[in-house]
């Protein structure tokens, strides 16, 4: 197996890590109060921040044309500028309802766009992020369908769709995976049957990191995986509001968004 840990981006400072707002679903009205309750958020944690990684699926679809992008979110964008105003940097790990985004936010907010895991030097720990979808060597029906989403050829016959149509199309079917594996998504299913869990042990195999950080599994986890490895899952804010804060001379800690206590 090839070392993971390469060309490590080091950060110093407070690094806030969230992942699966799913925004636009399932519905608008229920998509805007938790795109509120992500404002207020956002609103705390700038007070300390210097860093925000975002681990995808921000957005339940998102697809650019040239000159056109998902109506919606302005006041989430509006904030995400503002944040990037007072110099904190932002990065985006694409997920696999987002993976459509280009260079949108590179463009406008001077965002850094991720598509695969990266790794990082933390305040310096050895950290390893992502999304954490198709990672391991199982899950072969769902690596072939992402293909065939990346696949440049797809991405321009949807792209001649018109933007109502397409969308229209790309939620319909976003609903539809939702429904097929919510239940999946709400219980840890054992340390065996866990793709990243048996991922992360194939890793530690091979080489020493002190943190992995995943998305995807829409549950907020924290799990020690040796004497110096945890591995990390950001949840998501379509139930858990969960997050992941790693402040200078601190080690990662998992804390829960109660929006009832900051309004």
Request: aromatic share 16%; glycine share 6%.
């Amino acid at each position: 197996m090839c070392a993971v840990f390469q060309n490590p981006i080091t950060l110093n400072g407070t690094v806030y890590i969230v992942s699966d707002f799913h925004l636009g679903s399932p519905n608008e009205k229920e998509s805007r109060q938790r795109e509120l309750r992500i404002l207020r958020w956002l609103d705390e944690i700038e007070k300390d921040a210097t860093h925000l990684i975002l681990l995808g699926d921000i957005f339940d679809f998102w697809f650019e044309y040239h000159d056109v992008v998902p109506k919606g979110y302005y006041k989430l964008l509006s904030k995400f500028s503002q944040l990037r105003d007072l110099n904190i940097e932002i990065f985006y790990f694409t997920g696999n309802h987002d993976m459509w985004v280009r260079d949108y936010f590179v463009k406008e907010m001077k965002f850094s766009l991720f598509r695969e895991q990266h790794a990082f030097v933390i305040n310096g720990k050895k950290c390893l992020i992502g999304h954490g979808d198709g990672l391991g060597p199982k899950d072969v029906g769902y690596k072939f369908i992402k293909a065939l989403f990346a696949f440049r050829p797809n991405i321009k016959l949807f792209g001649a769709l018109h933007p109502r149509l397409a969308f229209g199309l790309a939620r319909f079917f976003s609903q539809k995976s939702r429904a097929m594996t919510s239940k999946e998504e709400e219980t840890y299913m054992g340390d065996n049957k866990e793709q990243l869990v048996n991922y992360i042990r194939s890793i530690l195999s091979e080489e020493q990191i002190d943190y992995f950080i995943y998305a995807h599994r829409h549950l907020p986890l924290e799990i020690k995986m040796n004497d110096k490895a945890i591995y990390f899952n950001s949840g998501d804010w379509l139930v858990h509001d969960s997050y992941l804060r790693f402040g200078q001379d601190e080690p990662p800690q998992l804390l829960f968004f109660k929006a009832s206590n900051h309004e």
